[in-house]
């Protein structure tokens, strides 16, 4: 069973293509500056600024690109994504404050930027290392029904 063309054929169109995996998961944060009164905090993040904090259930979706691996037909495996996102993301962040319960966060403001910007580094990395022939094309983190960040790789 052919997988891939064979060598010396080609496709008709050159195509860029690209595997995403849907990841769920529910955190909370709070957004403030200790250099701030509590009023100020509230006028800069509203009611981002309550002192207990606020949630959301984001949807994280992972975009991986490369070649057509031969043997298999696919870019890679989508269990290998699954289980890299899972232990390098998802575990850390599932029903955890970001602001206290996420050490790969500590220091910065768990702005959804901010989130999907350090997702994006954390997984770039592992799957960089664990799988050659592909690369993180982009994550697209989804706070809310309209309000979503994208990170997109930069051209090599």
Do not use: Q
Not at 63 to 92: C, F, H, W
Not at 102 to 110: A, S, V
């Amino acid at each position: 069973m052919r997988t891939t063309l064979e060598r010396g054929e080609h496709y008709s169109v050159m195509a860029r293509l690209t595997l995403s995996v849907l990841f769920e998961f529910s955190a909370s944060h709070r957004l403030y500056r200790a250099d701030l009164s509590d009023a100020e905090n509230s006028n800069l993040f509203g009611k981002c600024a309550n002192k207990n904090g606020h949630g959301h259930n984001y949807v994280l979706e992972v975009r991986v690109g490369g070649d057509i691996d031969p043997y298999t037909g696919m870019i890679l495996d989508a269990s290998v994504l699954k289980e890299l996102v899972e232990s390098r993301v998802i575990n850390d962040v599932d029903h955890k404050d970001l602001n206290r319960d996420t050490p790969w966060l500590e220091g910065y403001m768990p702005t959804t930027e901010v989130l999907a910007r350090a997702i994006f580094d954390r997984i770039a990395e592992a799957v960089s290392t664990r799988v050659p022939n592909a690369y993180l094309d982009s994550i697209t983190l989804r706070e809310t029904r309209r309000i979503s960040v994208t990170v997109n790789r930069s051209a090599p």
